[in-house]
């Protein structure tokens, strides 16, 4: 499955760029994360709580970047395992451009999913997928700007 998507955020390049590879960050911006450690360097360990549809699980997995281009882009790379549940893995290029404004922040995700995650059907993972990396964008652009709830 492909999301594919861009957002303005207002601040400049390096901020996004620094809280992009922050755990602290990170970690309260991806929804159902209960544990982060690690570091953009050497890669991140996650444990994530979610339900999808039926489904509820308790992920572990781990992420590394790639083809870093420190403060324009760099590729993630994710795998999580969620037990009975199945797993998840896939990749996403992430680009920073300034723009008026701000810095445009645009993402291409290709991800896959196994076990009873992918019996669930395309449709049902597609709309939570979708879900959540508005979700996680969204938490991410309210801390980087100073507007979330707990900033």
Not at 48 to 63: I, L, M
Not at 118 to 127: H, K, M
Not at 130 to 143: I, S
Request: charged share 25%; hydrophobic share 40%.
């Amino acid at each position: 499955m492909e999301l594919i998507g861009t957002r303005i955020i207002a601040a400049d390049r390096a901020t996004v760029w620094t809280h992009l590879n922050r755990a602290e960050t990170l970690k309260v911006c991806i929804p159902g994360c209960e544990e982060l450690t690690g570091s953009a360097e050497n890669g991140f360990e996650a444990v994530v709580k979610q339900k999808v549809g039926p489904v509820k699980a308790t992920f572990k997995g781990a992420v590394t970047l790639e083809d870093v281009d420190a403060p324009n882009s760099y590729r993630i790379i994710g795998e999580g395992k969620g037990g009975i549940a199945g797993f998840a893995k896939g990749a996403a290029n992430v680009v920073l451009t300034d723009v008026e404004g701000g810095t445009e922040l645009s993402y291409h995700v290709d991800a896959k999913v196994g076990g009873k995650l992918a019996q669930l059907g395309s449709r049902i993972v597609g709309g939570f997928a979708k879900k959540m990396a508005d979700q996680f964008f969204e938490n991410f652009q309210a801390t980087v700007e100073g507007t979330a709830p707990d900033a």
